[in-house]
């Protein structure tokens, strides 16, 4: 079983991440999982954190001579801004520590702040806000590095852009190549394959920047390349369909998604949204009328690309605050703000890659099995083998 877990606060020393589970003999290489980290920090929209940080992950496990080994992998990534923070989060109190404590006491609408206050039994939001932040993210964007890498090995890739900027829509069909190239950019705007399109998302930016205000979005990921057959529809924890919304709608500020064109399917006939099978003789292999179903059917990916699409709210720090409530006082009073993003729509899709790519690396695992990269393989050879021979 693939597994990962994340530590860290947003302002504390560093993330950390482990990851259990990869066959050995893996290659790694820590420029690709610093690259995957750099294009989490991009996007126009960003606020004044991101000028701090510059995510590098520190590999301090699992991996020896570039390959994984089959040990847990044990990821660290600093946290630059923590040289701000020493004082106000210390491990252990110190003499007249409480007077260094920047306390949250006027929780943001939208935010994990009341909830999480309420739960924990806090009247200072702090400690719910140092890890319900987005900065958690980066840990899980390096282990999708990693997962990544096994996927590679298999032919899969995945990637993602940006459908929308709140109102501003990309209207067309893309093609896996669009997408590709976008990812190779050393320069990201929004993430939008089109630059017309681009351009007015731009615009909606801006317009939340004079504004005080903030703005979501729509992300769309694509696997491509993966193989027939993973996932089950046999139990409904095995759906790959269902685990893969639970990872997508996992990430801070995600509060829908769709996969393949559901939105749209539903609001049709079924003999407009079903994919039609057919059959190509010269090449012996089943093909299909279109990819509305986004590569997944009864819980188990068709061999079409994977497609699916995060829709995240506005990010809930806003310049001009909304009206909120003192913890203490209970006093109406204007939420907190200290410094914020003001659009994170790419960012967003980086995760996205990064939980998808998980997900089915767990589920290429479960199918496959191996504890090293060479067993695992023999037994997808065999099994396309069985594909092929169907
Ligand atoms: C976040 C608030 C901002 C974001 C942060 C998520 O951080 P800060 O409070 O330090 O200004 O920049 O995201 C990241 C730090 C990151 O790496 O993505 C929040 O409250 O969720």
Same mark, same amino acid.
């Given at each position: 079983?693939?597994?990962?877990?994340?530590?860290?606060?947003?302002?504390?020393?560093?993330?950390?991440?482990?990851?259990?589970?990869?066959?050995?003999?893996?290659?790694?290489?820590?420029?690709?999982?610093?690259?995957?980290?750099?294009?989490?920090?991009?996007?126009?929209?960003?606020?004044?954190?991101?000028?701090?940080?510059?995510?590098?992950?520190?590999?301090?496990?699992?991996?020896?001579?570039?390959?994984?080994?089959?040990?847990?992998?044990?990821?660290?990534?600093?946290?630059?801004?923590?040289?701000?923070?020493?004082?106000?989060? $210390?491990?252990?109190?110190?003499?007249?520590?409480?007077?260094?404590?920047?306390?949250?006491?006027?929780?943001?609408?939208?935010?994990?702040?009341?909830?999480?206050?309420?739960?924990?039994?806090?009247?200072?939001?702090?400690?719910?806000?140092?890890?319900?932040?987005?900065?958690?993210?980066?840990?899980?964007?390096?282990?999708?590095?990693?997962?990544?890498?096994?996927?590679?090995?298999?032919?899969?890739?995945?990637?993602?852009?940006?459908?929308?900027?709140?109102?501003?829509?990309?209207?067309? $069909?893309?093609?896996?190549?669009?997408?590709?190239?976008?990812?190779?950019?050393?320069?990201?705007?929004?993430?939008?394959?089109?630059?017309?399109?681009?351009?007015?998302?731009?615009?909606?930016?801006?317009?939340?920047?004079?504004?005080?205000?903030?703005?979501?979005?729509?992300?769309?990921?694509?696997?491509?390349?993966?193989?027939?057959?993973?996932?089950?529809?046999?139990?409904?924890?095995?759906?790959?369909?269902?685990?893969?919304?639970?990872?997508?709608?996992?990430?801070?500020?995600?509060?829908?998604?769709?996969?393949?064109?559901?939105?749209?399917?539903?609001?049709?006939?079924?003999?407009?949204?079903?994919?039609?099978?057919?059959?190509?003789?010269?090449?012996?292999?089943?093909?299909?009328?279109?990819?509305?179903?986004?590569?997944?059917?009864?819980?188990?990916?068709?061999?079409?690309?994977?497609?699916?699409?995060?829709?995240?709210?506005?990010?809930?720090?806003?310049?001009? $605050?909304?009206?909120?409530?003192?913890?203490?006082?209970?006093?109406?009073?204007?939420?907190?703000?200290?410094?914020?993003?003001?659009?994170?729509?790419?960012?967003?899709?980086?995760?996205?890659?990064?939980?998808?790519?998980?997900?089915?690396?767990?589920?290429?695992?479960?199918?496959?099995?191996?504890?090293?990269?060479?067993?695992?393989?023999?037994?997808?050879?065999?099994?396309?083998?069985?594909?092929?021979?169907?």
């Amino acid at each position: 079983m693939l597994r990962f877990e994340t530590a860290g606060e947003s302002h504390g020393e560093c993330l950390v991440a482990t990851l259990a589970g990869l066959p050995a003999g893996i290659p790694i290489s820590l420029e690709a999982v610093n690259r995957e980290l750099w294009r989490r920090q991009q996007g126009y929209g960003r606020g004044g954190r991101m000028k701090i940080e510059t995510d590098r992950a520190e590999i301090v496990a699992g991996v020896r001579h570039s390959h994984t080994i089959g040990s847990p992998i044990a990821i660290l990534i600093r946290n630059k801004d923590w040289q701000n923070w020493t004082a106000a989060l $210390p491990v252990e109190d110190a003499e007249g520590a409480s007077d260094a404590r920047r306390p949250v006491t006027r929780p943001r609408p939208g935010h994990a702040d009341l909830a999480g206050a309420i739960k924990y039994n806090f009247h200072d939001a702090r400690y719910i806000l140092e890890r319900a932040s987005a900065r958690e993210t980066a840990a899980r964007v390096a282990v999708g590095a990693l997962a990544k890498a096994l996927l590679g090995q298999f032919g899969v890739e995945v990637l993602s852009h940006v459908v929308a900027v709140g109102p501003v829509r990309l209207e067309r $069909p893309v093609e896996w190549a669009e997408i590709a190239a976008l990812s190779r950019k050393d320069d990201v705007l929004l993430g939008c394959v089109d630059p017309e399109v681009e351009a007015r998302m731009k615009a909606v930016v801006d317009e939340a920047y004079r504004t005080g205000d903030t703005i979501g979005g729509v992300f769309e990921v694509v696997a491509h390349g993966v193989p027939a057959g993973l996932g089950s529809h046999a139990t409904w924890d095995s759906r790959l369909d269902g685990r893969l919304a639970q990872a997508i709608v996992s990430i801070q500020a995600v509060k829908g998604v769709e996969i393949g064109f559901a939105a749209e399917g539903a609001a049709s006939f079924g003999s407009k949204v079903q994919d039609t099978i057919h059959y190509s003789r010269e090449e012996r292999r089943f093909t299909r009328g279109a990819n509305r179903a986004g590569g997944l059917e009864g819980g188990i990916t068709n061999g079409q690309d994977v497609a699916l699409r995060g829709l995240l709210k506005p990010i809930s720090t806003l310049r001009r $605050p909304l009206e909120s409530v003192d913890l203490e006082t209970r006093e109406p009073a204007l939420a907190a703000y200290e410094r914020s993003d003001v659009s994170v729509v790419p960012a967003a899709g980086v995760i996205g890659e990064a939980m998808t790519a998980i997900v089915l690396a767990q589920a290429l695992l479960e199918k496959f099995g191996g504890d090293s990269l060479s067993e695992t393989r023999r037994n997808f050879e065999g099994y396309l083998e069985q594909v092929r021979a169907f």
